[in-house]
T-cell receptor, first 111, second 113 residues
C-alpha cells in the first residue's frame, strides 16, 4: 500500500531564505508526483507536476525534483517571501490512478 | 477561464440527515474527482468520474455516492450523516485522469452536529 510522508510537519523561517520541503513515498510504481499549496480554509493550488520519467520541474522560484528509485521528492523554494506561507502537500498518482497524499508541511515565512 | 466552483461553501447538518454537494469543473474538463479532508486523516480520495462514468473509487462506505452529468458537473451525496463526516470536501477537475494536473475548487465545509 502506497504511503506518502512529508517532513517536516511545520517549518518557520525568516523571509529571504532558501528552503527545502521533503516528500517520500513507499512504492516507486507511480505515474507522477504533484506539489500543491493550500491556504487556510481554501482549496488546493497545483504548483508543479513531475512525470515519473522526469527528474525535475521548475516554475519561477520553485523547483521540484523526483528520485523515483529512492522514493523521494524535494520542493525547493528560493528567496522565500511572506506570501509563500501556506501548507504544502505532495501527492503521488499510484498504479490505480488515485492520488495518495502526504499530510503536508505547514510553512511560515516571517517578515 | 472560470475555475472549479463548488456549492454550497458551508453546510450544517444533523446526524442521520443526507446531503448533496455540487461541483462544476473547468470548461472542457471531463474528469471530476472528490476528496475528503479532515485534520486527523488528511486528504483522502473518494471517487473519480469521467464522461459520466465512475472510473475510480476510494475506500469509503456506501453512504458516499456520486454522479456526473453530461455537462461534466458532478454531485456527491452522503446519506445517514455521522459526526465523523464533518470535513472539507474538495473536488478537482482535470482534462484526463489523475495523472494530469488537478485543479481544485474552494471546497465545501460540512459540519455534522
Amino acid at each position: 500500500k502506497q504511503e506518502v510522508t512529508q517532513i517536516p510537519a511545520a517549518l518557520s523561517v525568516p523571509e529571504g531564505e532558501n528552503l527545502v520541503l521533503n516528500c517520500s513515498f513507499t512504492d516507486s510504481a507511480i505515474y507522477n508526483l504533484q506539489w500543491f499549496r493550500q491556504d487556510p480554509g481554501k482549496g488546493l493550488t497545483s504548483l508543479l507536476l513531475i512525470q515519473s520519467s522526469q527528474r525535475e520541474q521548475t516554475s519561477g522560484r520553485l523547483n521540484a525534483s523526483l528520485d523515483k528509485s529512492s522514493g523521494r521528492s524535494t520542493l525547493y523554494i528560493a528567496a522565500s517571501q511572506p506570501g509563500d506561507s501556506a501548507t504544502y502537500l505532495c501527492a503521488v498518482s499510484d498504479s490505480n490512478y488515485q492520488l495518495i497524499w502526504g499530510a503536508g508541511t505547514k510553512l511560515i515565512i516571517k517578515p | 477561464k472560470a475555475g472549479v466552483t463548488q456549492t454550497p461553501r458551508y453546510l450544517i447538518k444533523t446526524r442521520g440527515q443526507q446531503v448533496t454537494l455540487s461541483c462544476s469543473p473547468i470548461s472542457g474538463h471531463r474528469s471530476v474527482s472528490w476528496y475528503q479532508q479532515t485534520p486527523g486523516q488528511g486528504l483522502q480520495f473518494l471517487f473519480e468520474y469521467f464522461s459520466e462514468t465512475q472510473r475510480n473509487k476510494g475506500n469509503f462506505p456506501g453512504r458516499f455516492s456520486g454522479r456526473q452529468f453530461s455537462n461534466s458537473r458532478s454531485e456527491m451525496n452522503v446519506s445517514t450523516l455521522e459526526l465523523g463526516d464533518s470535513a472539507l470536501y474538495l473536488c478537482a477537475s482535470g482534462a484526463g485522469d489523475s495523472t494530469d494536473t488537478q485543479y481544485f475548487g474552494p471546497g465545501t465545509r460540512l459540519t455534522v452536529l
